[in-house]
């Protein structure tokens, strides 16, 4: 999936911003009267989800897309945070994506009861059961009699149907 083509340029990026440490830093006083001096940080927090984003030329656009842009000269349709924190915009942190390869990198459900994703207690039986998606199809392992046992089998599972987008997510220790 190809995202729309940014009216920013890589360019502009290196005309306004110096990239260190994951962060966006404001090359020269930009704006009117709440204008910010040279050297801060640029961006700022949109909602819950810890994304920041920064106006350019009147336009906005997240900071995680910009630094791409900036080392790269493109913009895939996805960029994936590598390790699920949407505040960590290190280069070496995000990754081209597709949308499907986005979700397998998903964290813990709020609704998980279990502890691990992907690992669930029949209600019927007691038995612990996994399920992984993956390219459309639901793929199931169990009933085992142990939840670490089923654990085990959802992780090597995943492993092998989401390969690098794969997330192990595990509060049982």
């Known amino acids: 999936m190809k995202a729309k083509p940014p009216t920013v340029t890589p360019e502009r ?17 930009h704006g009117g009267k709440n204008s910010r001096a040279a050297g801060t940080k640029a961006g700022t927090p949109l909602g819950k989800r810890k994304y920041l984003r920064v106006s350019v030329d009147y336009q906005f656009y997240y900071v995680h897309r910009l630094i791409w842009l900036m080392h790269h000269g493109d913009l895939p349709g996805v960029i994936d945070h590598i390790d699920g924190d949407p505040s960590n915009n290190r280069i070496e942190n995000l990754r081209a994506a597709t949308f499907a390869g986005n979700m397998r990198n998903s964290k813990l459900s709020k609704r998980n009861k279990s502890g691990i994703k992907g690992v669930q207690r029949c209600n019927k039986t007691g038995l612990w059961r996994g399920e992984v998606y993956a390219d459309g199809c639901s793929h199931r392992v169990g009933p085992f009699e142990s939840l670490e046992q089923c654990g085990e089998a959802v992780r090597e599972l995943r492993e092998r149907l989401h390969g690098e987008f794969a997330r192990h997510v595990s509060l049982v220790v």
């Open 13 to 29: 990026l290196h005309e306004l911003f110096e990239y260190r440490d994951g962060a966006l830093y404001w090359k020269h006083r």
